[in-house]
């Protein structure tokens, strides 16, 4: 079981409590930023989405329909990139489509900007993206799963902060839409969300601040090496992953640690990892195991219980701003916005 908090600003805090499944939830600083730092983050109320498909193709058009009526009863207005639901071999369109619609997305009059799906695709376009101009546009971009490389690239890049969270077909365009995480989405949205509250009672003790940042390990491992790769000190890194047996998430978290980007943090924040399977050779090892490991060799706090990733129930994430984290008594809490009212 996990509990997120909402605190708006002068509200009482609402709590809720969801039941994630099977997964396991064991799961200030330096940015360089070669452009200069530049914050897309707005204050005022944004209320319209543009949605594009960034990677993986659309395989139900009715989904997105879906997401666009759920999203209007939470109050924003949505419009379709003309080939959001394009298909090439495994791709919402060709690298060339796709690029284009990112392009269209910076010179559309909604604020926010958000991929339809993960899946795979963006790697291929990162050298091809213009980041000044993303960063220029003040759009308010938002994903997940392969969206990692386009927050990573972002802050990389330019300095940018985005989101980390939701996406049209996964969360708004299901059966069921969590009713928490599309609070949380609005609220993030509407600059309201200030302390996200959830349950660690296993985590180590932190009263730490620095930049948030990460999100899909498999996507953040393979950033490494490559210009795209932001260069975080003393950050709060946050990860998770779906499919990846954890001897593949503790090999992906040894590429980090070797790579020493682990050790440079304050605070290593766990999510979800969900939807694998265990062998007979495992004798027993799984993710408390690599959490286990984690925790001996790297020297830095290490937080769990995180509720995001392939999940329902998911927080809306800032990449790339400054944040605190602290836990106490069983909790966890991350102060998203520190700033005086």
Do not use: C
Not at 75 to 98: C, I, N, P, S
Not at 202 to 226: C, E, F, H, Q, Y
Request: charged share 20%; hydrophobic share 40%; glycine share 10%.
């Amino acid at each position: 079981m996990a509990r997120a908090q909402r605190s708006k600003r002068a509200q009482h805090v609402d709590e809720h409590s969801h039941d994630h499944g099977d997964g396991i939830d064991d799961g200030s600083g330096h940015v360089s930023t070669p452009h200069g730092a530049r914050h897309a983050h707005r204050h005022t109320a944004p209320s319209g989405i543009y949605l594009i498909s960034p990677s993986g193709a659309v395989a139900d058009p009715k989904t997105l329909d879906k997401a666009r009526l759920r999203l209007a009863k939470q109050g924003f207005r949505t419009a379709v990139d003309r080939t959001a639901l394009a298909v090439h071999e495994r791709f919402a369109g060709t690298d060339k489509q796709r690029l284009a619609a990112i392009t269209r997305a910076l010179k559309q009059k909604h604020p926010i900007v958000m991929a339809t799906r993960g899946g795979y695709g963006l790697s291929r376009l990162l050298p091809l993206i213009d980041w000044d101009a993303v960063a220029e546009s003040g759009k308010i971009f938002i994903g997940q799963s392969d969206f990692t490389a386009f927050n990573l690239a972002l802050l990389a890049r330019t300095g940018a902060s985005s989101y980390a969270g939701p996406t049209a077909v996964f969360d708004f365009g299901g059966s069921k839409m969590d009713e928490l995480t599309a609070a949380l989405f609005g609220e993030a949205m509407r600059g309201e969300l200030e302390v996200l509250g959830f349950e660690s009672p296993d985590s180590d003790p932190v009263d730490a601040r620095g930049v948030l940042w990460g999100g899909n390990l498999a996507m953040v491992a393979s950033l490494i090496g490559t210009p795209y790769m932001p260069k975080v000190r003393g950050g709060i890194l946050f990860l998770e992953d779906v499919a990846e047996h954890p001897f593949r998430v503790e090999r992906m978290l040894l590429q980090l640690f070797h790579a020493g980007i682990l050790q440079r943090q304050k605070a290593i924040v766990l999510g979800r990892f969900t939807e694998y399977r265990l062998g007979q050779n495992d004798n027993g090892y799984d993710m408390p195991s690599v959490v286990a490991w984690l925790r001996a060799n790297v020297g830095v706090p290490v937080v769990t219980g995180l509720p995001y990733g392939h999940v329902k129930v998911k927080a809306t994430l800032p990449v790339g701003r400054k944040v605190g984290i602290a836990t106490e008594q069983g909790m966890a809490h991350l102060v998203l916005d520190e700033h005086p009212h």
